[in-house]
């Protein structure tokens, strides 16, 4: 079963146990415990293909977020031949690593609950 998920303006094709860097996000969206909740999902196929327009109704990915890092240095190099003009700008990215636990399609369950007459 794989999935497309939707995060920080890019597409990621994920699998249960893949491991992706993606855009740093909001405190908010992570909680304690470092689980994830996504429910931006694009599409899911499994035992059958759910295509989302633009998201799939009750999909949810559940990922583990392992560690908080800054990407490789991206060198600007800004040029005008013969003008004298040169700037030289870089830039880190800050990225999370997280890993993909679980892929799931379809409302909750709801615990049925139990009427007991007398």
Do not use: C, W
């Amino acid at each position: 079963m794989f999935a497309i998920l939707e995060t920080g303006g890019k597409q990621y094709r994920v699998e249960e146990g893949d491991v992706i860097n993606i855009e740093l996000l909001d405190e908010s969206k992570i909680s304690k415990l470092g689980v994830i909740n996504f429910d931006t999902v694009m599409l899911v196929s499994g035992d059958k293909l759910n295509i989302g327009t633009p998201y799939v109704k009750d999909a949810k990915i559940k990922a583990k977020l392992i560690k908080k890092f800054r990407d490789e240095k991206v060198i600007v190099f800004k040029k005008k031949a013969k003008k004298q003009y040169r700037r030289t700008r870089g830039h880190r990215q800050n990225l999370l690593e997280i890993m993909i636990e679980k892929i799931s399609v379809g409302p909750k369950k709801k615990a049925a609950v139990k009427e007991e007459t007398k």
